[in-house]
């Protein structure tokens, strides 16, 4: 499996700017992707969700965009709140409905 | 329950034992995963059931780690023999089947059991 350290990318993001989180994905066949977010101690929680066949999708103070050409994902928060403070993964679904996730970032909110 | 629950919370075992790992995922749903989450570190695939087809074992790390699904509901991870590189966080979800492409099934993450082995 897939590991990256003890070295995730942080953002650091002051309260009310905007925040952009980017992922790489590595199967170009993937035909849906997730984005979640991992508070301390819980598992990940499901945010937004994305097809292929769209590029862009919205929801609460969330944005998705997808890139197919380069494989990319970014994840963009609005007015970001201290209570968004996280690790955000993205994941692909590859053949059949197995779920691979990203490396994940994290996300600091200052006051 | 609504959720998916794991079993237990929190388990310590000495090097050398065996230990099972338990998942009930939400009722209806087909599709059931096994993650690994070492500190800091991201979701590493173990491995993946859906339905009655043979289970994606591909992300099983050595021939200490199986897994079986009883009745198409209840999961159970098995580690035998366990070292020290097993402690870390395992983490259990459930989604509903694949109906065709583009198909949402987001999974749904129980809290996780955090194994140390001492």
């Known amino acids: 499996g897939e590991s990256v350290g003890l070295h995730l990318p942080t953002l650091s993001v ?12 590595s199967n170009s ?10 508070e301390s101690g819980k598992g990940p929680q499901f945010i937004i969700d ?14 998705v965009l997808l890139n ?11 007015a970001t709140q201290p209570g968004d403070s996280a690790v955000y993964f993205c994941a692909e679904r590859e053949y059949g409905n197995k779920l691979v996730f990203g490396a994940g970032t994290i996300l600091r909110v200052k006051s | 329950g609504a959720g998916v629950s794991q079993s ?8 050398g034992k065996d230990v099972e790992l338990r998942c009930d995922p939400i009722s209806g749903h087909t599709a059931l ?3 690994r989450q070492s500190l800091g570190q991201g979701l590493e695939f173990l491995i993946y059931f859906q339905g009655n ?17 009883t009745g198409g509901s209840v999961s159970t991870l098995t580690i035998q023999r366990t070292q020290q590189e097993d402690s870390a966080v395992y983490l259990c979800a459930s989604s509903f089947p694949r ?14 059991t955090r194994l140390t082995v001492v």
């Open chain 1, 14 to 25: 002051q309260e009310g700017d905007n925040s952009i989180i980017n992922c790489a994905y």
């Open chain 2, 99 to 112: 109906t065709g492409i583009f198909a949402a099934t987001e999974a749904f993450f129980g809290q996780g």
């Open chain 1, 68 to 78: 197919k050409t380069v494989k990319h994902l970014s994840l963009q928060i609005a």
């Open chain 2, 53 to 69: 087809s043979a289970p994606d074992k591909s992300g099983l790390p050595s021939d200490r780690f199986s897994a079986e699904r």
């Open chain 1, 50 to 63: 994305i097809r292929s066949n769209m590029d862009k999708r919205q929801g609460q103070r969330v944005t």
């Open chain 2, 8 to 15: 237990p919370s929190n388990k310590v075992t000495e090097k």
């Open chain 1, 29 to 38: 066949a993937s035909d849906y992707f997730i984005w979640y977010k991992q």
């Open chain 2, 33 to 35: 995963y096994w993650y």
